[in-house]
């Protein structure tokens, strides 16, 4: 068996996309995943699978939201190694100190990064840091300066639909689940 993250997209925000995490855990688990762990209420599972297919998973796990919940609901799915080795590639400054905003912004296929920056924009390098492992983009910027950054505005940008965004606090906490 083999443990994957899915990264759901836009749930429980402003009280749309409404999803319990107790009703997805038993939802994936009806479905055959097995050891399905939920983090926050944000869309965070944790679940492990014989199948090995990331596109397969990401279509079983939108079918199971689709009937479960009536919702459409895009998903990045990664495996825990990979998420393992990119975190281990992640830049010095891309930490979970309170006074930082840290994000790990996972595209979701076929989106790459040319387009996530084209969109967005280069980073203003004098408020925000910005590096790419793979297709995960790892961006910072100082907690008083965030509104003066460029990529703070990437939930107004034409790729927002496009990426699911989490904390370095939730994918480190996904990591520590798996173990």
């Known amino acids: 068996m083999k443990q994957y993250i899915a990264f759901l997209r836009g749930i429980n925000v402003s009280g749309k996309n409404k999803i319990s995490m107790p009703i997805l855990r038993e939802a994936f688990a009806a479905a055959g995943f097995e050891n399905v762990k939920t983090y926050i209420n944000s869309g965070n599972i944790l679940f492990s699978t014989p199948q090995q297919e990331p596109a397969v998973l990401v279509e079983l796990c939108q079918q199971i939201i ?7 609901i895009p998903v990045a799915i990664i495996s825990v190694e990979e998420l393992q080795e990119v975190v281990a590639h992640a830049p010095d400054w891309w930490t979970t100190d309170k006074e930082i905003v840290t994000y790990a912004i996972f595209l979701l296929p076929p989106l790459n990064v040319a387009e996530v920056v084209a969109a967005v924009g280069e ?19 100082p907690l008083k300066t965030f509104n003066k950054s460029r990529w703070s505005k990437i939930a107004s940008s034409a790729v927002n639909r496009r990426v699911t965004i989490r904390n370095s606090r939730t994918v480190l906490k996904m990591l520590e689940l798996a173990e």
Request: proline share 4%; no cysteine; glycine share 0%.
């Open 123 to 141: 980073i203003d390098p004098q408020y925000e840091q910005l590096s790419v492992y793979q297709n995960v983009i790892f961006w910072s910027t």
């Open 66 to 72: 689709l009937v479960e919940f009536d919702l459409a």
